[in-house]
């Protein structure tokens, strides 16, 4: 695949906008960071490690209509809500870690029976990610199998250099939007540079809790696993807010719910969490789910067992935002260390 | 309607209502497309998403059998906003549909085998959907046995079907209410459904057993089933999991790695012993 180099990160956002193409992109907003439509260039901040929101809202909108209905005692008229096209957007400066983790909600959306909604903003949207040369102690990127420069995701991948940027295009769509504003590259410089930038973040990223996914998924392999006592100790502190959920780049729960007034009502699909204790609870009363611990242990098990078998793409990305929002502490490496110990961790 | 939306549900006609219980109704259901009824299908054990336009979605088995065309049922129990709204509707009113999801009954598998049906409550349902399903296909099975149980005499739904079941010879029917439920003139047993199972003494040797209730008697019926040395390949029950999409994607329905709306709801009761304790 093709690489380049940018100059100016400034004149591409520009060049964009003039364009016409809706740009969401790392934005202040108070004290934080947060992936944000961007109206101007100067609207781009490079200060920051993990945005507090993650780039999934751009493609699995909070709130979505996905109907409409319209109803009198002579009959229901339905219009449905699916566009054919949706806005032309980049989606700049992500991180390779949301990246990756929007390349496994792409798993979940498509399938047997595609969700549109997502899969036409998907296709509608170009990733441009930029390498990390930063991390805090949140981050746990490399042991969930990625990195701070990995593609995997993006469709233009740059890395931050002196002076500009390493750009790789990953995929076709990202070739593309090189080719379209050639003017803005210069050629690559050397390959070597871009690996010499990333090497102080990698040394500096957690590595302790290398094989532990692995090591938690083969844990989860035995259906006894899930009596384990260590469930309560894991997950006693968890208050069920749900915020873990929400800021974080695979978590894909959702509901369908109608508004409605007299006469017409439109059906939503709206963000949803599998902490929340009605999320499973049954016509009868009954709750499979029914204690927290139960809850918790549910995320887990999506992360490092469901995602990766139902789904074949990673469940967490280690972007490290539900231990960075948790407002109890909860720290999904916590378990993922307890319990990969209790599998027995590979030695050597 | 864009078919590309896989949410957008198709109109059905409500065609009758039946009171079953003071809470418990069932619906006939036709599509208003003629050309989508008469492309529709489904298997025995498959289930819906039916819509209450300004109230929401509701996820019910199909309680009709894909032998009797033309028109599908549903059976629920008025709990909540969506079931109310839906409980409102007369003939000749609305509602939404999408389906059928999931998988279905192993009818293949169990030709030539005996069949013994042990249900309880509103789970009726989907059993009835197998049993009309059997009995339109009388010839191909060998043994049909229904034990039903409910808590009442008044808890018992398809009454109708229960009298006519009850006098055919090709099957044996026993009915069942707990204890306390009985009325003056019941004349069908008293006690819970798994005691009055055992003491049927069902036969395992080339005998399938369908169960779908309450989890607490689909709990016994298996003990007692195990204890008995049932195969498990031949136990098979329907979950009932709380469902939004019916699609796999909303991420409600699963126990452990299973998400009941397409890789169930039927599961086997070997598949229920490899999964977690999460149901
Ligand atoms: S782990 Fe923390 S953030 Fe997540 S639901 Fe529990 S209390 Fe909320
Ligand atoms: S589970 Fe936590 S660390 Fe993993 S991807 Fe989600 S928010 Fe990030
Ligand atoms: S009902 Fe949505 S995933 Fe099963």
Known sequence: MKEAKLESLERLLETLLAAGVRVVGPRRDGGRVVYAELDSPADYTADYIAPANSPK?????????????????????LEDKLDDDYPATVILGVRPCDARGLASLDEVFAGEYADEFYLRRRAATTIVAVSCLRCDADC?????????????????LLTPLKGGYFVEAVTEKGSALLDGHAGLFDDAPQRALRDRAVAGVKSELRADLAETAEAARRFLQNPAAYDDERWERLAYRCLSCGACTFVCPTCHCYDIVDEGKAGASRRKKNWDACQFDHFTLHASGHNPRSRQPLRWRNRFACKFKIYPERWEVPGCVGCGRCIRVCPVGQDITE????????????TG | MNTDNIYAPRLMRVIEVTPETPDIQTCRLRFEDEAVAESFSFATGQFGLYSCFGEGESTFCIASSPTREGYIECTFREVGRVTAGLARKNPGDFIGFRGPYGNSFPVEAMRGADVHIVGGGIGLAPLRSLICYLLDNRADYGELNIVYGARSVDDLVYKTELEEWADRDDLSLTLTVDPGGETPDWRGSVGFVPPVMDELKLSRDNGWLVTCGPPIMIRFVFESLRRSGWDPEWVVTTLENRMKCGLGKCGRCNVGDSYVCVDGPVYTMAQLDELPNDL
């Open chain 1, 335 to 346: 378990a993922l260390a307890a319990l990969a110990t209790a599998a027995g961790k590979p």
């Open chain 1, 140 to 156: 746990f990127c490399t042991s969930t199998g990625g990195g701070p420069d990995d593609p995997a995701g993006s469709d233009l």
């Open chain 1, 57 to 77: 809202e751009f493609l699995f909108p909070k709130s979505e209509t996905i109907l409409e209905a319209a109803y009198d005692a002579a009959g229901v008229k």
